[in-house]
């Protein structure tokens, strides 16, 4: 049975802590190396990934394209409109034809619903890039990049501050998976479904709502922010009111403890969900979070094929 990396709640804890530790390693074992350079094992030697893209994409494509090569394997990008997926082939025959084809399939997709179609008829595993519920390659990068800066994930306090998108979600999903503290400050109309939060809360993660952002930011270890407005958006001008009250700026960060974290999965908006003297500032670890998403995704690619 294929091994699919569709979403951090439905994977042990113990092998996403093994992902993990898998990333740190690679990372430090390429201390040196040209980026072009594969990696002295090249475990995924004659593997190819198919990369599909419904959205556009930035450190996704680039993350996933170089950790193939790195690992010694190849890749074919598409979006929807380079395949027939885009004119009418169901996701479902879409999987069989790949699955004769290449060796791994990773999505980016518009639809959750879709990514699981994928993954139910494939027999080759299936990564999720992003959909519209979660995105657990990029929690995967985030939790690396703590761990780098020393932070010890368990009884960390990482509050998230801003609209409860899919990147929220797959927070909330690894929280009892690592034993952090999650606050979610988010304005009504933009909290996780609560769904999400009663699932992590059975599996014993420490997850609450906060609503005021002052107080959820109060000594927090890690304070998080995405964009206010996605790909696809049509409400944008509303959104940016209902959320303003909810930027991170110097003066919610000076809430937090002194040595507290700046998070963001970019692409950030300076002046919309943080203004530029904090994401620009020294608290800030976006583009060592950013390089991460390579590591994180190699440690998955190599989980995924057993390899």
Same mark, same amino acid.
């Given at each position: 049975m294929?091994?699919h990396?569709?979403s ?6 113990s092998e996403l802590r093994?992902?993990?530790d ?11 190396f040209?980026?072009g350079r594969p990696d002295?094992?090249?475990p995924l030697?004659d593997h ?5 893209f419904?959205?556009s994409s930035?450190r996704?494509?680039f993350?996933?394209d170089i950790a193939m ?12 409109s ?6 009418g082939?169901?996701i ?11 060796d791994?399939? $990773?999505l980016r997709?518009?639809s959750?619903?879709d990514l699981i179609?994928?993954a139910q008829?494939?027999k080759? &595993?299936?990564i999720?890039?992003?959909?519209d519920y979660?995105?657990?390659c990029q929690? $995967?990068?985030?939790l690396?990049t703590?761990e780098?800066k020393?932070?010890?994930?368990k ?5 998230w ?8 979600i ?9 034993g ?6 988010? &304005?009504?109309?933009y909290k996780p479904?609560?769904?999400? $939060?009663e ?11 906060v609503d005021?952002?002052?107080?959820a ?13 996605s ?6 001008e509303?959104k ?10 110097d003066?919610?960060m ?6 507290a974290l ?14 530029a003297s ?6 800030s670890v976006?583009?060592?979070e950013?390089?991460n998403r390579?590591?994180?995704?190699k440690?998955?690619?190599?989980w995924?094929?057993e390899?």
């Amino acid at each position: 049975m294929a091994r699919h990396f569709l979403s951090l709640a439905d994977i042990p804890a113990s092998e996403l802590r093994a992902v993990l530790d898998e990333a740190h390693r690679r990372k430090k074992a390429r201390v040196g190396f040209a980026k072009g350079r594969p990696d002295q094992d090249t475990p995924l030697k004659d593997h190819v990934l198919a990369m599909l893209f419904e959205k556009s994409s930035t450190r996704t494509r680039f993350s996933f394209d170089i950790a193939m090569k790195q690992l010694g394997g190849s890749n074919i990008t598409a979006t929807s409109s380079d395949m027939q997926l885009g004119r009418g082939e169901t996701i479902e025959d879409t999987a069989k034809v790949l699955s004769r084809f290449v060796d791994g399939i $990773m999505l980016r997709a518009n639809s959750h619903d879709d990514l699981i179609a994928l993954a139910q008829n494939s027999k080759i &595993p299936v990564i999720n890039g992003l959909t519209d519920y979660n995105h657990p390659c990029q929690i $995967m990068a985030d939790l690396q990049t703590l761990e780098e800066k020393g932070r010890t994930l368990k009884d960390l306090r990482l509050t998230w501050v801003g609209d409860g998108n899919n990147v929220a979600i797959s927070f909330i999903n690894a929280a009892s998976k690592f034993g952090y503290e999650l606050r979610l400050s988010c &304005p009504d109309g933009y909290k996780p479904s609560g769904q999400d $939060m009663e699932r992590a809360r059975a599996s014993g993660g420490n997850v609450k709502l906060v609503d005021d952002p002052v107080t959820a930011c109060a000594q927090s270890d890690v304070v998080i922010a995405d964009t206010w407005v996605s790909m696809g958006d049509t409400d944008a001008e509303q959104k940016m009111k209902d959320l303003e009250a909810h930027q991170v700026n110097d003066a919610l960060m000076s809430k937090a403890d002194k040595d507290a974290l700046f998070l963001h999965c970019l692409p950030a908006h300076r002046g919309e969900e943080v203004s530029a003297s904090v994401i620009d500032g020294p608290a800030s670890v976006v583009f060592d979070e950013a390089e991460n998403r390579l590591h994180a995704q190699k440690a998955i690619l190599k989980w995924c094929f057993e390899a």
